[in-house]
C-alpha cells in the first residue's frame, strides 16, 4: 500500500509536470514515465483475461494507483496530451465510476485531449457513448438509483452538447437519458428525452416505450410527474 507521503509526493509530481508540460504536445514528467509504465504492464494483464467480467474487475483493482497522478494532472494540467488519463477515463467508465469518468472528460474536453489511436472514436463520441451505454447496463440492474444516473447522462450532455458526432451515439445518449428519467419517475422529461432519439435514429429501439409513456401521461393527474 502507498504511504500518505508517497502518495502526496505523486500528486504534487503530477501536478507540477502538467502545469509546465505544453498544452497540446505529449504529457513528460517522471510521474507520467512511471504511470505510463504502469499502465503498459496493467493492459498486458488485461490481454491475459478472457472474461469481460474478469477484465472489469481486474481493472477496479489496478486503478486506484493512478488515483493520485490523476488528481494532480487535473488540479493544476494545461492540457498536455496524456494517454494515461484518457485510458483511466475509459477504465472509470467500464467499472461504473461515472462521476469520476466525468471529472476527467471536462477537463478532456475544455483541453480537446485525444482518445488513444486503439479506441478509434473522438473523445466526444467516445465519452457519449461509452457512457450511454454504461448507464443502460446500470439501470438493466436491480437497485440501481435511476435519480444519480439521470443527472450524470444530464452532465453528460452538457459535456457534449456542442460537439458533432454521429447522430446514431447522441440517440444511444438520449435513449439512455430517457430511460433513466422514466424509471426516477421523471416521465415528461423522459418522453422528450426518447422522442429526440428517435428523431435522431428510428432505429433506436424506443417507438413502443414512448407510446407506453404517452398512455401513461394521459392517465396521469396534472402535476404529479417530475419534470427533469
Keep these: 500500500m502507498t504511504s500518505p507521503a508517497r502518495k502526496h509526493f505523486q500528486r504534487v509530481s503530477a501536478a507540477q509536470a502538467a502545469g509546465t508540460a505544453q498544452p497540446n504536445r505529449p504529457q513528460n514528467g517522471d510521474q507520467y514515465e512511471l ?7 496493467a493492459r498486458r494483464t488485461l490481454k491475459g483475461i478472457k472474461s469481460v467480467q474478469a477484465k472489469i474487475e481486474k481493472k477496479r483493482e489496478l486503478l486506484p494507483q ?4 490523476v488528481t494532480g494532472v487535473l488540479e493544476a494540467g494545461n492540457g498536455a496530451q496524456d494517454d494515461v488519463l484518457m485510458t483511466v477515463l475509459v ?6 465510476a461515472l462521476e469520476g469518468a466525468l471529472d476527467i472528460a ?5 483541453h480537446n485531449l485525444q482518445t488513444p489511436d486503439r479506441y478509434e472514436r473522438d473523445t466526444p463520441s467516445l465519452i457519449a457513448e461509452e457512457i450511454a451505454e454504461q448507464a443502460l447496463r446500470m439501470l438493466a440492474d436491480d437497485g440501481a438509483a435511476a435519480s444519480r444516473i439521470a443527472e450524470i447522462l444530464e452532465r453528460t450532455q452538457a459535456i457534449t452538447a456542442d460537439h458533432d458526432m454521429h447522430d446514431e451515439i447522441r440517440a444511444k445518449l438520449h435513449k ?3 430511460y433513466a428519467q422514466r424509471d426516477a419517475g421523471m416521465l415528461e422529461a423522459a418522453l422528450g428525452n426518447l422522442q429526440r432519439a428517435l428523431s435522431l435514429n428510428d432505429r433506436a429501439g424506443v417507438k413502443k416505450d414512448i407510446e407506453k409513456l404517452e398512455r401513461e401521461l394521459k392517465n396521469v393527474a396534472p402535476g404529479d410527474t417530475a419534470q427533469g
Aim: charged content about 25%.
Design 35 to 41: 504511470h505510463a509504465a504502469a499502465l503498459w504492464e
Design 66 to 69: 493512478f488515483d493520485d497522478y
Design 91 to 96: 477504465w472509470c467508465i467500464d467499472i461504473g
Design 106 to 110: 471536462e477537463y478532456a474536453m475544455r
Design 176 to 178: 439512455a437519458w430517457g
